[in-house]
């Protein structure tokens, strides 16, 4: 392993990111809209109009009934008299968790994609490969860029995300709402699990194909199984809870583990050098 | 001598498409090497394979020793590569792309990149995205670039394509100074023969995956000319020259002879002086381009 290299081809991966506007583009709005603009619009419906009588909320209000008394959520809820601050601390807290989760990994996802595709279509993979750097520092390098960039985006999101729902909630709660500690465990637990996850998957199918388009177009199978969750949760086959979270997470972590492991034996200079000739 | 490269009967293919068929070659410490031939030759695959950045498939291969399928980081750590498209990123400045092959290759000083760049007159564009460099510029920080690391073993895949003349004549002169002063043996892959023919100790020519002739120019000449075109610039008249002597155009002032022997042409000289004034003479077709397709036209 060679910590010197793997420093310059993180460092070099996280500016090719910075300044390729197809990437850099997507990575800010998307968390912009999903953690400001979207819980904003929310919020400020909410303080202004009933949302019980906007829209059917039926299999919401039968998950709440289902909920143990002694469940800390049941706890917090009972702490509101309004249907509408228990709507907004239940969405909030809880339904939006794995859309949050989305965001983090997409970005990854796009880093990662780019990482050895990106190369192959500037040509200069062969350059890359020509250098004296082992290949698993190589693949660490890239690895860590897209890893980097994933928790930068996930805490600046959490940031203006919980800045967002505090100060436009607190004329409705008269106190900050966010973050429960299920977040914490989002926040340090389950997103570096299936950011990593994301992007060793992302980084494989990379130095398989030769360019960027085809690697973005296969990364969306790391984000499919998360919307999957997102409709499951909202037609409440579970509610998020802390044990689940840390379940989750474990969960993501052994597959990427497993993956890692696999990896490892696949990759190979000769293989990655043959992939960007045909 | 010590021989830096050594392939024995090495064989390559890319999915099933046969590129080097039973390729034999050395490369003796301290030389210029021209590796010649036409466009799919396996001359890139050859570079390739010694670097260890692909594997063989039946053979043997050695550099400075070492195999590069197992030593490839020790290999690719003295050697300096210049890639036909020089491999370098267009988001970076001209430094910033020294700057992180330095890091990768363990050359982190600052002068070692100010001074590569000052030699091939980029200092004043060190700080401008390379992806606006033109096509010389880009092929002459790529040089820079392969010679970041202080290589012992340059190799270089075309180095003067998209080069002006002048800059292919710098970047010849400072190939051929590279080589004196520090003894750094050098394997240059290009088409454009009348350029490196003066600078190369030797030539290897390479056609259909196979070495098929190599040695100096010389040693070339001597195997291929099997009869010299010799023209003469003198004020002797056709009359005077006696028949013994095969005269194939004339020009006023101007005699192209054929003789089946080098050792002939001191003889015409002589005789040409005798009889009046001689003010130049030159062998014709011998020059490496010349060589290249008898050498060609032969293998087949």
Not at chain 2, 99 to 125: I, P, T
């Amino acid at each position: 392993m060679n910590i010197r290299a793997i420093k310059a081809i993180t460092k070099k991966d996280l500016s090719s990111v910075t300044s390729n506007v197809q990437i850099i583009l997507p990575i800010i709005i998307v968390p912009l809209i999903f953690c400001v603009v979207f819980p904003a619009i929310l919020i400020l419906i909410s303080r202004f109009s009933d949302l019980n009588q906007a829209t059917n909320l039926e299999p919401i209000l039968k998950i709440l009934e289902k909920l143990p008394e002694e469940s800390s959520l049941a706890k917090d809820l009972a702490t509101f008299t309004d249907l509408n601050q228990k709507l907004i601390f239940l969405f909030f807290n809880y339904f939006f968790a794995p859309m949050f989760l989305l965001i983090p990994i997409m970005g990854a996802s796009l880093v990662a994609a780019n990482s050895f595709a990106g190369e192959k279509e500037r040509r200069t993979l062969e350059s890359l490969l020509f250098a004296p750097v082992d290949i698993f520092s190589l693949f660490l390098g890239k690895v860590l860029a897209a890893f980097i960039l994933a928790m930068g985006l996930a805490i600046g999101g959490f940031i203006l995300y919980g800045l967002t729902i505090n100060i436009l909630g607190y004329p409705l709660f008269n106190r900050a709402i966010f973050p429960q500690s299920n977040w914490l465990v989002l926040l340090f637990w389950v997103i570096p699990s299936f950011s990593f996850l994301a992007i060793l998957f992302n980084v494989a199918v990379s130095a398989k194909v030769k360019g960027f388009q085809e690697a973005n177009q296969m990364s969306v199978f790391v984000v499919l199984p998360i919307i999957f969750l997102l409709i499951s949760q909202i037609l409440g086959a579970f509610i998020i809870d802390t044990k689940f979270l840390w379940l989750l997470g474990g969960g993501g972590l052994f597959i990427s583990v497993i993956v890692l492991w696999r990896m490892i034996g696949h990759f190979d200079r000769n293989r990655l050098f043959e992939s960007q000739i045909f | 001598m010590e021989q830096i490269i050594k392939a024995v009967d090495v064989y390559k293919s890319y999915h099933k498409e046969p590129v080097l068929k039973g390729l034999n070659l050395t490369v003796t410490k301290g030389q210029i090497v021209g590796l010649l031939g036409p466009n799919g030759a396996g001359k890139t695959t050859t570079i390739r394979l010694l670097n260890g950045v692909i594997g063989l498939d039946k053979g043997q291969l050695e550099v400075f020793g070492l195999n590069p399928e197992k030593s490839g980081d020790k290999i690719r750590s003295l050697c300096g590569v210049l890639t036909e498209s020089a491999g370098l990123y267009p988001h970076l400045s001209g430094e910033q792309n020294l700057a992180f092959f330095g890091e990768l290759y363990g050359v982190e000083k600052k002068e070692v990149r100010y001074e590569l760049l000052k030699d091939f007159g980029l200092l004043e564009h060190k700080d401008k995205k390379v992806g606006s460099y033109s096509t010389g510029m880009k092929k002459r920080l790529g040089i820079a670039k392969a010679l970041l690391a202080n290589p012992e073993l340059l190799f270089l895949d075309e180095p003067t394509t998209g080069l002006d003349p002048e800059g292919a004549r710098d970047l010849l002169g400072y190939i051929e100074r590279l080589n004196k002063d520090k003894g750094v043996t050098i394997l240059i892959c290009t088409h454009i023969l009348k350029q490196i023919e003066e600078l190369c100790h030797r030539f290897l020519f390479l056609d259909q995956g196979r070495i098929i002739e190599e040695g100096t120019l010389e040693e070339i000449e001597a195997k291929y000319l099997k009869e010299f075109l010799v023209r003469v610039e003198t004020d002797v008249s056709v009359s005077k020259i006696p028949t013994s002597f095969q005269l194939i155009t004339h020009t006023p002032g101007k005699l192209t002879f054929k003789l089946s022997n080098k050792s002939d042409i001191p003889i015409l000289l002589r005789l040409l002086l005798e009889k009046g004034s001689v003010y130049s003479s030159e062998i014709l077709g011998r020059d490496l381009e010349t060589m290249y397709f008898k050498i060609r036209e032969a293998g087949r």
